[in-house]
């Protein structure tokens, strides 16, 4: 039996994809590693069959396509044989003491019959070029190592989100939940974490530092430069977020409070980097995106416009658009991560 399927969406990744693979098979053959090559020109996909051949019941190989990272994790979901599942980067890695904790739990679990939908683990922003790192932790959100519901939660912090790198579904919540992520499109990853939320009623946070998230790569999709580069591809997964909220059939209202937040923080996101553009076609298209929130749940959009920090990115009058950016490149100053 397969406890945990890790999906590793690969795309010309040769010159790190064996360090993420080596760390995922510490977990032995309790876990089952899901290379998918998303049409790679390097090396990377003779060294996914290199891995299959070498441990034929632990590793894969799947060659697609190029379909980008969400295509990538469609196919590793759909061949996922795992109770759990995971995608990590290819250019990430994940704690081995961490992932012996994450497995140990998930084994007991199964072995007494308790039911777990999601995990919440840690994640640590490692910045090698800076020699930085900086820990993401839920200490104060959740309860340490104990099955909880959303009504268990306290708010989340600032820098708190329940982003793909900390989370571990059950498999079959992300199955029911239809979760099918855009092809070629970057920040899909906020859809991955969020779609699936008002499915998941039992939730255990293990306080570990399970994954680590390799930052500062010139290229790297979170790059200022690249993310203003990619702003449709930004705008158009802002608008699938806000979508979510709208198949909530889950009565905790913090969970609402939640998916409002996430919903807040890629308008937010999405809204600054606009501003920085600072065309009129850009505007235009921040002026849009809100509407879109207001088409979509016009409660939604009063609540954001008036009760969150998206709010902010949306002040009216060119002192108010100065403002924001004057603002957000403050905050930038306080966390030295790129």
């Not at 993310?227 to 059939?249: E, F, G, P, Y």
């Amino acid at each position: 039996m397969k406890y945990l399927t890790f999906a590793i969406p690969s795309y010309n990744s040769e010159d790190y994809l064996q360090r993420c693979v080596d760390s995922l098979l510490k977990g032995g053959d309790g876990v089952e590693i899901l290379i998918v090559d998303d049409g790679s020109t390097d090396h990377s996909p003779a060294i996914a069959d290199d891995y299959a051949a070498k441990y034929p019941n632990i590793v894969k190989a799947i060659h697609q396509k190029n379909a980008g990272h969400g295509g990538a994790v469609n196919n590793g979901l759909a061949h996922a044989t795992g109770k759990y599942f995971k995608v990590v980067d290819s250019d990430d890695w994940l704690d081995e003491k961490a992932l012996k904790s994450v497995l140990a739990h998930i084994k007991d679990w199964d072995k007494h019959g308790q039911n777990v939908d999601m995990l919440v683990c840690n994640y640590v922003y490692e910045n090698h070029y800076q020699h930085k790192s900086f820990v993401v932790n839920y200490r104060h959100v959740f309860p340490n190592d104990q099955i909880c519901g959303w009504d268990d939660t306290k708010r989340f912090g600032v820098t708190q989100y329940l982003i793909m790198h900390s989370l571990i579904f059950k498999t079959a919540i992300l199955r029911r939940s239809g979760v099918k992520l855009p092809e070629h499109t970057f920040y899909v990853d906020n859809l991955f974490a969020d779609q699936p939320l008002p499915l998941v009623h039992k939730i255990c946070y293990l306080d570990l530092d399970l994954y680590r998230y390799f930052i500062g790569r010139a290229d790297q999709s979170i790059n200022e430069d690249v993310m203003i580069s990619r702003i449709d591809q930004q705008i158009r997964v802002t608008k699938l977020v806000a979508d979510c909220t709208q198949h909530n059939d889950n009565p905790s209202s913090k969970l609402r409070t939640y998916l409002d937040r996430s919903v807040s923080v890629m308008l937010a996101v999405s809204s600054v980097h606009l501003l920085l553009m600072g065309t009129d076609e850009a505007l235009a298209k921040r002026h849009a995106m809100w509407q879109y929130v207001k088409t979509v749940d016009k409660h939604l959009y009063w609540r954001l416009r008036l009760h969150s920090v998206s709010a902010w990115t949306y002040l009216p009058t060119r002192l108010g658009r100065f403002l924001t950016v004057t603002g957000y490149r403050a905050s930038r100053l306080l966390v030295k991560f790129q």
